[in-house]
Nanobody, 125 residues
Framework: QVQVVESGGGLVQAGGSLRVSCAVS????????MGWFRQPPGKPREFVAAISWKGSRTLYADSVAGRFTASTDNAKNMVYLQMNALKLEDTAVYYC??????????????????WGQGTQVTVSA
């Protein structure tokens, strides 16, 4: 069993930066893929970014590429999402998810097995 807990959300002005974190515990493995997803108000969940456990592979949604950066700290069992140049449309609940390595790059989220409770990110004008 794996537990994931997000933190670091908050309120930020458009153009600003924020980093959300994901603490991973339990049966962590280098064979895991990690994903970041978000659910804007009134909209379905969408893929944001994926990163391999060791951080060697990353993938980003077109809407965040060049602005968001995913990273890992294996020593601390942490996964991060650095968000820069935030836009109003980035407002959402952000979720961290873990799954077997083969799900890396799959954007639906359905095959990620372990999910956090989410952290709210609100971008204001």
């Amino acid at each position: 069993q794996v537990q994931v807990v997000e933190s670091g959300g908050g309120l930020v002005q458009a153009g600003g930066s924020l980093r959300v974190s994901c603490a991973v515990s339990g049966r962590t493995s280098s064979n895991y893929a990690m994903g970041w997803f978000r659910q804007p108000p009134g909209k379905p969940r969408e893929f944001v970014a994926a990163i391999s456990w060791k951080g060697s592979r990353t993938l980003y949604a077109d809407s965040v590429a060049g602005r968001f950066t995913a990273s890992t700290d294996n020593a601390k069992n942490m996964v991060y999402l650095q968000m820069n140049a935030l836009k109003l449309e980035d407002t959402a609940v952000y979720y961290c998810a873990a799954g077997p390595a083969y799900v890396f790059g799959r954007t639906s989220g359905a095959e990620y097995r372990y999910w956090g409770q989410g952290t709210q990110v609100t971008v204001s004008a």
